[in-house]
């Protein structure tokens, strides 16, 4: 079945060009587009697609708003988000991760990684830019967020999906893993997967973002 994807972006040039090369793969059809957040809360809603292009700065209703309403804590029936944007900032990467986007990229991406973010979302990964996930571990560096009020229960984990955890969190990707701990990849996804449904996270990137916040990992050590 096709990936079902809405493009919420407020320059219609922009949508017109996601739509052409989305629609160009015969797994993916782009169903749907908003000029803005608040008509992308409202299309995404009435059409329910598996991802939803959404870009950052939008009139009415801004993308992080947007994603909020979407994905963010509480919703009943979350919807995948992948965040677009030309602002490669530091508090916008957090507080879109924060809103529950799945992924965060540049659009001065190719074509080809833009289609196979949608199909890696889609799927129920999280993918973030290799450029964002150093700022994001940058951002911790420069001004660390307070621990968490209530910290998941870590004790839970495994001392392998401890540093697996860690390795995660340190911006590696399973074949890094798998090489830096000198197991299989197939082993460290499986890894990856305890982590996520004991920590009880949605997915790798809130993995990376508890880490720090609960001190698991400090920034700036090796």
């Keep these: 079945m096709s990936v079902r994807v809405v493009v919420a972006d407020d320059h219609e040039l922009v949508r017109t060009g996601f739509r052409m090369i989305l629609n160009a793969h015969p797994d993916i059809e782009a169903v749907g587009e908003a000029a803005d957040g608040a008509e992308a809360v409202s299309v995404a809603h009435r059409l329910r697609p598996d991802v939803v ?5 939008m009139p009415r209703m801004d993308g992080l708003e947007a994603t909020r309403r979407l994905a963010g804590p509480g919703v009943a029936c979350p919807v995948k ?7 490669d900032l530091d508090d916008y990467v957090y507080e879109a991760l924060r809103a529950g986007a799945s992924g965060f990229l540049l659009k001065d991406l190719r074509r080809d990684d833009l289609v196979n973010a949608v199909r890696v979302v889609a799927a129920g990964e999280a993918l973030i830019a290799p450029s964002i996930t150093r700022r994001l571990i940058s951002e911790f560096a420069r001004r660390p967020r307070p621990p968490a009020k209530t910290p998941p229960p870590l004790d839970s ?3 392998r999906e401890r540093e697996v955890l860690v390795l995660m969190a340190r911006g590696q990707s399973n074949a890094e893993i ?8 197939q082993t460290v996804k499986t890894h990856v997967s305890n ?10 990137v809130h993995a990376v973002i508890l880490a720090y916040e609960v001190g698991l990992v400090r920034p700036g050590t090796p």
């Excluded at 292009?53 to 700065?57: A, E, P």
């Excluded at 988000?81 to 602002?87: A, I, K, N, P, R």
């Excluded at 982590?195 to 790798?204: I, P």
């Design 53 to 57: 292009l959404m870009d950052i700065r």
């Design 157 to 159: 984990l495994t001392a």
């Design 81 to 87: 988000v992948l965040m677009l944007t030309t602002f």
């Design 195 to 204: 982590v996520l449904a004991k920590l009880l996270l949605r997915d790798r």
């Design 178 to 185: 798998a090489a830096t701990l000198v197991i299989g990849e």
